[in-house]
């Protein structure tokens, strides 16, 4: 039974940090791509970060580049979304997503980053 399962989310003042989780089972988490998402209430989810399979790529949307890392575990079967100087805009439910191809690929059940005062 394919799982991805989240964990890191709470609440966090401004200009803090928090590291999200992502552990995956039942696949071969080595040969996927991994994602984090995240959706904001009202709004559209939005990719955050990609990291390729052999985690040597990474990619970020512009609003969180210089402050989030997404990295990987192979051996763990897990991945991480490193999140620093976080602003009250980032607070959404963060998905973790594997990708294999077009046809293949898995979500999460998400976890709750909120950021305020």
């Known amino acids: 039974q394919v799982q991805l399962v989240e964990s890191g989310g709470g609440l966090v003042q401004p200009g803090g940090s928090l590291r999200l989780s992502c552990v995956a089972s039942g696949f071969t988490f080595s040969m996927y791509a991994m994602r984090w998402y995240r959706q904001a209430p009202g709004k559209e989810r939005e990719l955050v970060a990609t990291?390729?399979?052999?985690?040597?790529?990474?990619t970020y949307t512009e609003s969180v580049k210089g402050r989030f890392t997404i990295s990987r575990d192979n051996a763990k079967n897990t991945v991480y979304l490193q999140m620093n100087s976080l602003k009250p805009e980032d607070t959404a439910v963060y998905y973790c997503?594997?990708?294999?191809?077009?046809?293949?690929?898995?979500w999460g059940q998400g976890t709750q980053v909120t950021v305020s005062s």
């Open positions: 990291i390729v399979n052999a985690g040597g790529t990474t």
């Open positions: 997503f594997a990708r294999r191809d077009y046809y293949v690929n898995y």
